[in-house]
């Protein structure tokens, strides 16, 4: 009883802190409140000074993208604050909304934004051109343990943020359906730097083959990593990637109830 108590005093909390979040920040406030609670479609977050982040009209997940991102900050917490120079990896950059994040902090950092699915490039671009800012660099393509071309997987999904790759090679590179993957050496030969500073990961369930083809000197070269784990696609990928990182990151996971998926930070040893 005292437990349920609980439950119900941090959900009413959590739901006036979420409320109170997108009255301060968005003047469409109501909408986007009313599309978390129904679970529908939003297109757009409307900030207070008239700039707008579009979303696909038709898929859900532009709010609970927002409190994870722009609220509860999943992917940096106090673990990475953007500075002046850094080179900062997007992996799974959606629409932007972590990178305008990372923009509205430091404009002075430079972000390539990695995204697979043109649907969502379309509005990636059109929301860094809106803001205005020009330290982003957009990669059409995902993150993948070889370099070459992919397909959709046949997950069928409703919301903006879900899409997966095959593991499968697409047949013929020419065809319109097919996805550019780019390996770590192809990453590293992009950037104008031997470090990258931050390399935020959430590719649904693409990480386990972009870790299994990573080398030690490769991970020697990334001073800090956040990880979204996807052992809920595929089982073993967070003991996996812990694993790899043990002789050369310092790592805390943040895991979310039921344990199938969650965060890694890794923090490049001294």
Known sequence: MHSR?????????????????????????????????????????????????????????????????????????????????????DAGANIGIFSLWLSQRCPDCKIYAFE???????????????FEFDNIEIIEGG???????TSFSDHNNSRSVDHRLSNAIAEDPTDDTAIRTYCMSDIFKMIPSEKIDFFKIDVEGSELE???????????????????????????????????????HTTTVKTDPGDDYGMIYAKLKA
Request: glycine share 4%; aromatic share 12%.
């Open 5 to 89: 108590v609980l439950n119900a005093i941090k959900w009413r909390s959590r739901l006036i802190s979420q409320r109170l979040f997108l009255r301060i920040k968005f003047k469409n406030w109501k909408t986007l409140s009313e599309s978390y609670a129904k679970q529908v479609p939003s297109r757009e977050a409307v900030f207070r000074n008239g700039k707008k982040i579009c979303h696909p009209p038709d898929r859900m997940g532009l709010t609970v993208t927002l409190f994870e991102i722009w609220k509860s900050k999943v992917y940096t917490h106090q673990f990475y604050h953007p500075k002046r120079g850094n080179i900062i990896i």
């Open 116 to 130: 697979p699915f043109r649907e969502n490039i379309a509005y990636l671009e059109k929301n860094i051109e809106a």
């Open 143 to 149: 993150i993948a343990g070889a370099s070459g071309y």
């Open 210 to 248: 972009f870790f299994e083809s990573l080398k030690k000197d490769d991970l020697l070269r990334i001073k800090k990593i956040a990880i979204e784990y996807h052992d809920n696609i595929k089982p073993g990928t967070k003991n996996y990637i812990l694993s790899k990182l043990e002789a050369t």
